[in-house]
């Protein structure tokens, strides 16, 4: 038997997030005395999937076929179940990202496997298989036992301690995987991807700096930019920042736009209503600077400073780039 | 065109979340409950859509009574008619099956829904009825047009965005700005009372996950106050005290 982990791609090689989710797989392996199986669907180079196995994993499975280029939920899902069955997965762990949920949904749906989704740590295995997730976009923790045969894990970053230092340099055998997939999975047809890849993905980033309406307006964001690029962040912004299109959608941070989870967050004049905090409270360590005192963000904050963010992003620009 | 939009009932943002029976079950007390702000979106898109292209529009939600005003509401906005499966939603799994249930009998050109409901951030409703129709699921989807037989479907992907034309049938999870969020207008209300609200008994089935217990996260400590005279400081103290950069 084995537990099966899909490993999201970037670029022919495994998405930062997928690593960690290779070595939640390995740990959860170790735990039900199995071994660790990755898949990985789209194009990639063999040593780049070689990397798994520094994260534990012994086997990858490449479904390469250029049909799989486009992220493609329903021939993912009929993939990662084909996979699944032949290795005698029970265990099967994604990422949480839209597309994580979107194949695990519907291999859930084929196999009448449980799914949980926003899981936070390594599940609890005894008589029972237990999982504690997220709920209530970050307010509260449910412990849930999945009692299905076959279990569908979709895992939150940061779930486990990721500690580079220990990465092995074992490669893992990677193994070409054909899949057998039906045409219905493959009637919608991509006009257009547009990614911003020179970018630093939200989900992906370790350290995000992200503005809210204090910054004051698009002509403004210079100063932010500046701060991320010496730290090497990605940039975010609150909800009305990208209602007003100062700033692309996706950058949009909180309950109603994207969840992230970074060792830092540092937010630059955004006040912290509890609808934006939801999105950044699985953070590590949250930074605030704001001219309001009383702004709610602080009671949210390991770090504030009070002040114009005018004045202290080009101070702070200038001491990060003093770093290393 | 035929449309279902499914929706959640959830605490409202704002609500301070706590539990009750050792930890087993949400407070719900002084708790103001919504339709899901992103059911919402998938609410409004639908109610264009169907000005747009006439047909039906109906909403179904998976729960139980105290769920109705929420539902009204839905139909003061725009639905002609919901239907409530008369059950604790157990889980994502079960919330599915009964959708897909009612989606059967029915037919739908499109099911809406949410990208995901508030309370579990689940996601994965819209992927596991779209597997149990056997048709495509898509999500989070920001801008939804169709012409003909032929969807456009904008969605955001990880750092952007990809645009596809798919055809329908489809189940879509929607997110801003796939829609303005829409208030019932006086008129909306009045109508409402009399559309008609079915109540249907759920399709056994035995859940594949217990819910067993819920924890509140530790409280956060106090917040260190730099002051700005100093600022640079700060990025001392992430590296060496924080050990975040
Ligand atoms: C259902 C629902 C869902 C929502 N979802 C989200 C969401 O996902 N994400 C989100 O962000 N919001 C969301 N919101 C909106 C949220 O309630 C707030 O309105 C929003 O987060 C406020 O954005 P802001 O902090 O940028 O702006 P403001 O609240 O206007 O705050 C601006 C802050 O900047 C400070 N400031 C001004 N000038 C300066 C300066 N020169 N230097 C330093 N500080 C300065 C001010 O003191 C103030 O604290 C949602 C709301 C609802 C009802």
Redesign the interface.
Known sequence: MSVLIYAELDNGSIKKTSLETIAYGVKVAAATGDHAVVLAIGSAEKRELEKAGHYGASKVLHASEEKLKHENSLAYADTLVQAAQQEGSKVIILSKSGLGDAVAARAAAKMKAGIVSGVTALPEIGETFKVTRSIFTGKAFAVTEIKSDIKILVVRKNAIELDESSVATVQAVVEQFAPKLADEAFKATVVNVEKASSELSLTEAAVIVSGGRGMKGPEHWQPLIDFAKALGAATGCSKPVSDLDWRPHHEHIGQTGIKVAPNLYIACGISGAIQHLAGVNGSKCIVVINKDPEAPFFKAADYGIVGDVFEILPRLTEAAKTLK | MKILVCISNV?D??AK?T?TDNETKLNKNGVQFIIG??DDYALARGVELKEQFGGSLTVLHVGEADADPQIRKALAIGADDAIRINAESL???YT?VQIAEVAKQNSYDLILMG?ES???????????V???L?I?????V?KLDIEGSEV?IT?????????????LPLVLGC???IAEWKIPNMRGIMTARTKPLNVVEPVSME???????????AP??A??????SE??T??????TE?K??
């Open positions: 605490p943002t704002t979340i539990f702000p992103y889980d994502s799994y599915a990208r508030i309370d579990y951030n689940s996601g994965v409703v819209h992927g596991l779209g597997e149990m056997d495509p699921s898509y999500s989070p920001m456009t969605r955001e992907i990880d750092g952007g965005k990809e645009i596809l034309k798919a055809p997110q801003e700005p859940a594949l996950t217990a819910p067993e217990k819920y924890a509140l996260p956060k400590g917040c260190k106050m730099i002051p700005a600022a640079e700060l990025i001392r103290l992430l590296q924080a975040v950069l």
